[in-house]
């Protein structure tokens, strides 16, 4: 695979950024001065020891938590994601970006259709529901057959193993076609097999042109990536 050419824009990039905790009284400073730039079409690990805020820099990239206020920027095809306004910035969180989480975070009480057709579903009218449901379905169906879970659609997931709730995860992830996938310890809970099954789907999605940045702790798991990044005393080094 080539390096792309870094003189294109990377599709996601975080310049100086601050991420400060306050607990009470106390300031908890966990990135300063973090940057990170990924192309389109790449594959990231970032690396490091518990606790030095590997998640919390995923968050900020994604857009599930903002950076310290007077800190540098964060943009997504050049656009700072700060600035887009709350209905923008939904749509970015909602439709640029998919999310795969440790634990997995589904609902239990939908099945495995629903759940992965869950981020279709925001922001749609009552009306447009109505009259996409069925391809919606059909559409899902298809994606999580992609997933390896064509034949367990309608079960819920205390009903699966851990390996197929993560695999619910990642088609739920994919389900609006993001422009990247951020994924945090995706394996983390699993066993090596399991989890090098769902290193093999992410791997695929990658061949197909979908940008990634994956956060682990595990060398031999961020070796499937193209390149590495380690974070230390709150800093992409
Ligand atoms: N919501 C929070 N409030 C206070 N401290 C937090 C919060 N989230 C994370 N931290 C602290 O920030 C540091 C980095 O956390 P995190 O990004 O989860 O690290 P990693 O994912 O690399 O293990 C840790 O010391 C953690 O305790
Ligand atoms: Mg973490």
């Known amino acids: 695979m080539h390096a792309p050419p870094q003189t294109t824009l990377p599709l996601i990039s975080a310049q ?11 300031s908890v400073p966990v990135l300063r001065d ?13 690396v490091g020891s518990s606790g030095s805020g590997k ?9 599930l938590d903002r950076a310290d206020a007077d800190s540098g920027a964060i943009r997504f095809g050049g656009e700072d994601i700060r600035a887009l306004g709350a209905a923008r910035e939904n749509r970015y969180r909602n439709r640029d970006v998919g999310f795969v989480f440790q634990f ?5 009480e939908l099945n495995v259709l629903e759940n992965a057709m869950l981020p279709a579903l925001v922001g749609l009218s009552r009306w447009r529901w109505f009259a996409e449901k069925g391809a919606l379905r059909d559409r899902t169906a298809e994606l999580l057959k992609t997933c390896g879970l ?13 390996g197929e ?5 990642i088609a739920r992830a994919l389900v609006n076609g993001p422009r990247m996938l951020l994924a945090d310890e995706p394996t983390g809970n699993l066993d090596a097999k399991t989890g090098a099954g769902i290193l093999d789907l992410l791997a695929e999605r990658h061949a197909a042109g979908l940008t990634m940045v994956m956060v682990t702790h ?18 992409v080094q």
């Open 16 to 26: 100086n950024v601050r991420k400060t905790y306050r607990l009470g009284k106390i």
């Open 34 to 46: 973090a940057s990170i730039d990924v192309h389109e079409g790449e594959w990231v690990s970032i």
């Open 55 to 63: 998640s919390t820099l995923l968050h900020l990239l994604g857009g």
């Open 104 to 108: 997995y975070h589904l609902l239990p």
């Open 150 to 162: 064509g034949h367990r659609l309608l079960h819920r997931p205390a009903e699966l193993s851990g």
């Open 165 to 169: 709730r993560q695999r619910v995860a």
């Open 218 to 235: 595990d060398a031999a798991i961020a070796a499937r990536a193209q390149r590495q990044v380690r974070i230390a005393d709150g800093r």
